[in-house]
């Protein structure tokens, strides 16, 4: 286990800790079935610009989320795309910018170099050839299109801020389909994934579904609007050739979204006999069902209890039910 200098209080490290484990399983139980996992670290603008945080806004240096994080997946099995890292790296030498100066996500210049990159992650990890993009042209312009003012549209101000040049490369699709492979591909994100999900990564994929912060479902296929709580998730993992998982680092707090608890007892439920995790189990598949909160919340109004409290009783009685099952079974 790393050791956690400096890494505010220890109960975050060791939570860190316990979810990175499950992490690991995850990805041992996936790739068993022929699933590939991979992690991208998507960048943070307060990282990449901590020269314009206001002094009384810095606090004393101390390991973050991102730092445990990268030292983890540093000396783990799992792929990782650190592009948080990698946009450091090019910062002072890149030619266009990578973040927009009125946008909270990467610029569309960093996406496309992000898409590209990543065809080229995925297909050495996979060990096939992909369809690949190029761009011989990028339009620049004063005016941000797209995301690249979404944090602007966002402040209701009077005069629009002043503005950088902005590149928008111009992807067109490789001609050479020989002998390429597009995976089927389910993706797990912020809103970061929005660039990924549309052109031109989506163009070297096949199947592509996009588990939005791990709740909806895009593209949606399905005849009302679907999230994951209403499909076979185990299914759908197990068929699918790879799986990635992307958060930013500001939300390496929430890594996954749900996904690790959500999805750890589903791929090993022989880690979960015990009625203490159990209840776990049923607690984290209730909260996460929409429908189900909503009937807990009548109960809790009929019985005078706290909503908490009526999820543990019906978490509680689920795995009292399960266990006597399994007593039944032997």
Known sequence: MPSSPKFGNTSCYIRVIKIFGKLEKIREKLKKNNTEFIIVLAPGKGHYYPEYIPDYMN??????????YKELLEKSDIP?????????????????????KTGTHWSDYGATLV????????????????????????ELSDKP??????????????????????????PVKDDNTNNITKPSVIGIGDSFFWHLFHWPFAWSIGEFK????????????????????????TDQLFSSNLLILLTSTANLNNIGYGFIDYTYPLLLPENFTSKKLLIEKYTNRIINNQDLMKMIREKAIVKNISVDSMIYLDANYLAEKELLKKEKAE
């Not at 606090?59 to 445990?68: A, I």
């Not at 299109?145 to 111009?170: C, G, S, W």
């Not at 996009?210 to 998730?233: A, C, E, G, R, W």
């Open 145 to 170: 299109r797209n995301a690249d003012n979404d944090l602007e549209k966002t402040m209701n101000l009077f005069t629009e801020i002043p503005q950088i040049v902005h590149a928008y490369p111009i």
């Open 210 to 233: 996009y588990y939005y912060y791990f709740n909806s479902i895009f593209p949606d296929n399905y005849s009302k609007k679907t999230t994951v709580y209403d499909i076979d998730l």
């Open 59 to 68: 606090r004393p240096k101390q390991k973050s989320n991102y730092d445990l």
């Open 115 to 138: 898409a590209d990159s990543l065809i080229y992650f995925v297909e050495d990890l996979m060990g096939y050839k992909m369809a690949h993009f190029s761009w011989e042209e990028i």
């Open 80 to 100: 990782t795309f650190d592009v948080n890292n990698w946009f450091l790296k090019m910062k002072d030498t890149i030619q266009y910018p990578l973040f927009p």
